[in-house]
Nanobody, 114 residues
Framework: QVQLVESGGGLVQAGGSLRLSCAVS????????MAWYRQAPGKQREVVAG???????NYADSVKGRFTISRDNAKNTVYLQMNSLKPEDTAVYYC????????WGKGTLVTVSS
């Protein structure tokens, strides 16, 4: 059973930074692409950033240049470095495997104050 555990969220002022982590257990992490998603209040979940097993990355236009996704295969962990945060980045952030989604974790709440 694959488990996804997100952490690192919190309250930050606009312009600040946070680093999110997602620990993955129960799967062969190194061969799977991973992605970060977010869901703001009253909105649908959306993909924020993705990273392939080989390290290629892609980003939603709304976060390009501000967020960086990375992975540590030795630790079965994927990260999201978020800089220059904006109030519109406020959401619950989740990770998952985009090609074969697993049960969602609880996510981690990011709140950006103006």
């Amino acid at each position: 059973q694959v488990q996804l555990v997100e952490s690192g969220g919190g309250l930050v002022q606009a312009g600040g930074s946070l680093r999110l982590s997602c620990a993955v257990s129960g799967s062969i992490f190194s061969i799977n692409a991973m992605a970060w998603y977010r869901q703001a209040p009253g909105k649908q979940r959306e993909v924020v950033a993705g990273i392939t097993s080989g390290g290629r990355t892609n980003y939603a236009d709304s976060v390009k240049g501000r967020f960086t996704i990375s992975r540590d295969n030795a630790k079965n962990t994927v990260y999201l470095q978020m800089n220059s945060l904006k109030p519109e980045d406020t959401a619950v952030y989740y990770c998952n495997q985009p090609s074969d989604p697993k049960p969602w974790g609880k996510g981690t709440l990011v709140t950006v104050s103006s």
